[in-house]
């Protein structure tokens, strides 16, 4: 039984820093991609950083150079190093992963992702 949980969301004023983890149980693959995504009222759920196993990363445009993807294996764990907050991405966020390696190309589609966290929140005023 595959768990994802994610921590650390929270409200923050604009150019703030928060980390976002995302602790996973059940969930051990040697070849796998995590990734981050979030949903801002009214909006799609969209991609902003994921991670494969072989630690190749892929970025949004929108977070390129204010957010930093990684992830310690030993603790089953997945981070999000978010900088220089702005209010545009205040959002739900939510931590996702698959079995398999992703081209490059989809690792920020959602629908590539199998197993889901329920979302933390983040707020930047």
């Known amino acids: 039984h595959v768990q994802l949980v994610e921590s650390g969301g929270g409200v923050v004023q604009a150019g703030g820093s928060l980390r976002l983890s995302c602790t996973h149980s059940g969930y051990t693959s040697s070849r796998h991609c995590m990734g981050w995504f979030r949903r801002a009222p009214w909006k799609e759920r969209e991609g902003v950083a994921a991670?494969?196993?072989?630690?190749?990363?892929s970025y949004a445009d929108s977070v390129k150079g204010r957010f930093t993807i990684s992830q310690d294996n030993a603790k089953n764990t997945l981070y999000l190093q978010m900088n220089n907050l702005k209010p545009e991405d205040t959002a739900m966020y939510y931590c996702a992963g698959t079995r398999f390696l992703l081209l490059s190309a989809n690792r920020l589609r959602p629908s590539q992702y199998t197993y889901w966290g329920p979302g933390t929140q983040v707020t930047v005023s």
């Open positions: 991670i494969d196993s072989d630690g190749n990363t």
